[in-house]
């Protein structure tokens, strides 16, 4: 009784908030106002310790949204985790989740940035190894494990700034120049950490362990945009450095990455995670190329319509006895009508479909990526990914939608669980009307661009080949099922994401075992035995001895001078 209360007054308190924090940004929008908290905690060698918050449109923008989305997951999850012995655990996960998510987000100051930071990757690794099992405990430790390398470069960035006397990075950004590149260096890696950007890709598709609704929380549309929401933070301090053009060839790389391997992934969620990932490269592209705003823009809407992704695919995969392979499903547009839509929505809002939440937000960065001083091969990734998202796109509706169901019975295929129903509803007008909302509410006044009619027609010509290519492909490989043998390699490079999987596990932890082996060998079982432990014991054992004798010794010897200074006095005066 008392989870279920508790789950119903987070939930609407959630949902509360995000009216209230929504409202609160339209007007600071409005009145270009923003208010900042500080709370100093102590002072150290003129080091001023601060915590201090930020509450502008941004912020408060996205604090929304992320309670919008927790909202919407508490009430999803009240039926897709219906019965779950460890219900509550799950709820205060993820309530401690939107708190560090809240703390990262309100602070521009590295110290108060660490602990939301920090906590988010904990509470993520809670959440991934909630189904204890030995696949889950190995994605949370390869997830932990990767952001800890954006842990750590969080904690050199504090020890760089600490000679500035401070550490909130929105004062010092501006000044920064080419002495602190290291820094700005760090930043950047900490945020492709957490982003999942080449080379830390793997841990975002290991992670698809979790439940459902963690994914559609965590990993979809708050965590993994934590990266990127540091760099809208701190873009200012990016502006004409080499680090911007670095940062922008691997986020196309990445996204190049991503849309290649859902093209060859059979695992419903995966695919999903590679479509997010594709995604996350789009953003952290478009912000090295100098447009913070924009990117901001894309990280909402995305926002949207990914969290309805993750719903909907729970739905079909609980309807369909756990599966999460795409063979195994199909014609279900004919038992499943409505999570069916909201799927399909989704994935045309991904693709990004006329006047869906994506298209407003992937238009104009193609347009604006189009018009920029951008290198030849940036512009070719750029085009390639939104094919092959259009391509991956296609390839999950052809399979999930059409042909004939692959499994035994169509006994549980149904839509009847209003709860579920419900929670994706919202999230499904958020994914049909959001984008042109935020457009109206962060664009107010209309973007000049200068294309040529080709250029212009390019992205919907790109989309059309995709999705053209997408249906004759699989297709063909439905019918010619053996065909793809002929170029195996090939396939499995891009299904296993270029090798990073084994990069990030097997070859490191081989290179630590063998590491650790030879310092066993030389170290602990060799001069480490002589010189400490067991040889230690030996040494001082033999030097307390020799000590002990010395002080036996000058007892006697003490004695000894003792009588015969008796002897001499009594032989004088007697």
């Given at each position: 009784m008392w989870k279920f209360f508790m789950h119903e007054v987070s939930m609407i308190s959630l949902g509360l908030g995000s009216i209230y924090c929504v409202s609160m940004a339209g007007l600071s929008l409005m009145k270009e106002s923003m208010d900042v908290v500080e709370w100093e905690l102590m002072s150290l060698n003129s080091s001023e310790i601060v915590f201090t918050f930020v509450f502008d449109w941004i912020s408060l923008l996205?604090?929304?949204?992320?309670?919008?989305?927790?909202?919407?997951?508490?009430?999803?999850?009240?039926?897709?985790?219906?019965?779950?012995?460890?219900?509550?655990?799950?709820?205060?996960?993820?309530?401690?989740?939107?708190?560090?998510?809240?703390?990262?987000?309100?602070?521009?100051?590295?110290?108060?940035?660490?602990?939301?930071?920090?906590?988010?990757?904990?509470?993520?690794?809670?959440?991934?190894?909630?189904?204890?099992?030995?696949?889950?405990?190995?994605?949370?430790?390869?997830?932990?494990?990767?952001?800890?390398?954006?842990?750590?470069?969080?904690?050199?960035?504090?020890?760089?700034?600490?000679?500035?006397?401070?550490?909130?990075?929105?004062?010092?950004?501006?000044?920064?120049?080419?002495?602190?590149?290291?820094?700005?260096?760090?930043?950047?890696?900490?945020?492709?950490?957490?982003?999942?950007?080449?080379?830390?890709?793997?841990?975002?598709?290991?992670?698809?362990?979790?439940?459902?609704?963690?994914?559609?929380?965590?990993?979809?549309?708050?965590?993994?945009?934590?990266?990127?929401?540091?760099?809208?933070?701190?873009?200012?301090?990016?502006?004409?450095?080499k680090i911007q053009s670095g940062l922008l060839i691997i986020s196309c790389l990445t996204m190049f990455m991503a849309g290649l391997g859902a093209n060859f992934e059979y695992d419903l969620k995966k695919i999903i995670a590679l479509s997010t990932l594709s995604q996350l490269g789009v953003m952290l592209s478009i912000l090295a190329l100098g447009y913070p705003k924009l990117a901001f823009f894309h990280l909402l809407s995305h926002a949207l319509f990914k969290a309805l992704l993750f719903m909907c695919a729970g739905v079909v995969i609980h309807s369909v006895g756990d599966y999460q392979d795409i063979r195994y499903m199909g014609s279900l547009v004919l038992y499943m009508p409505l999570s069916v839509s909201y799927m399909t929505i989704a994935n045309l809002a991904l693709c990004g479909f006329p006047f869906l939440a994506g298209f407003y937000s992937k238009d104009l960065i193609l347009e604006v990526a189009f018009m920029s001083w951008i290198n030849f091969v940036a512009l070719l990734l750029f085009v390639l990914a939104t094919g092959l998202t259009v391509m991956y796109t296609a390839r999950l509706i052809y399979y999930s939608l059409s042909g004939s169901f692959n499994l035994s019975s169509f006994h549980n295929v149904s839509d009847e669980d209003s709860i579920m129903v419900n929670s994706m509803s919202m999230l499904g007008l958020g994914a049909i009307f959001g984008g042109a909302l935020l457009s109206w509410l962060v664009f107010p006044d209309p973007s000049m661009i200068c294309l040529s009619n080709f250029m212009k027609s390019l992205v919907m010509l790109i989309s059309v080949l995709g999705c053209l290519i997408g249906y004759l492909l699989n297709m063909m490989s439905s019918i010619h099922k053996l065909m793809s043998l002929k170029n195996y390699e090939f396939v499995v490079m891009a299904g296993s994401m270029w090798f990073m999987p084994f990069l990030s596990s097997l070859k490191t932890s081989k290179l630590s075992l063998n590491l650790g082996g030879i310092l066993q060998k030389v170290g602990d079982k060799g001069w480490y035995e002589h010189f400490g432990g067991q040889g230690g014991f030996y040494f001082f054992s033999s030097l307390f001895m020799v000590l002990n004798n010395f002080h036996m010794n000058s007892v006697k010897v003490f004695m000894k001078v003792f009588l015969i200074s008796i002897i001499l006095i009594m032989f004088m005066f007697v």
């Open positions: 996205f604090v929304g949204f992320v309670f919008l989305i927790s909202s919407s997951v508490l009430y999803y999850s009240g039926s897709y985790m219906f019965g779950d012995k460890s219900f509550n655990r799950f709820m205060y996960l993820v309530l401690a989740f939107v708190a560090s998510m809240g703390m990262m987000v309100m602070s521009p100051n590295l110290i108060s940035i660490l602990l939301g930071w920090d906590g988010l990757g904990l509470v993520s690794y809670a959440l991934v190894i909630y189904y204890q099992n030995e696949k889950s405990a190995n994605a949370g430790m390869l997830t932990v494990l990767s952001n800890r390398v954006g842990d750590v470069a969080i904690l050199m960035s504090i020890g760089l700034m600490s000679s500035l006397g401070g550490w909130n990075f929105f004062v010092y950004s501006t000044y920064m120049g080419e002495e602190w590149e290291m820094l700005k260096c760090f930043l950047v890696l900490a945020a492709m950490t957490k982003s999942a950007q080449i080379p830390f890709s793997a841990w975002l598709p290991a992670a698809m362990a979790a439940p459902t609704p963690v994914s559609a929380l965590v990993h979809s549309s708050t965590l993994v945009t934590a990266g990127v929401y540091l760099m809208i933070r701190f873009s200012s301090a990016l502006e004409g450095t």
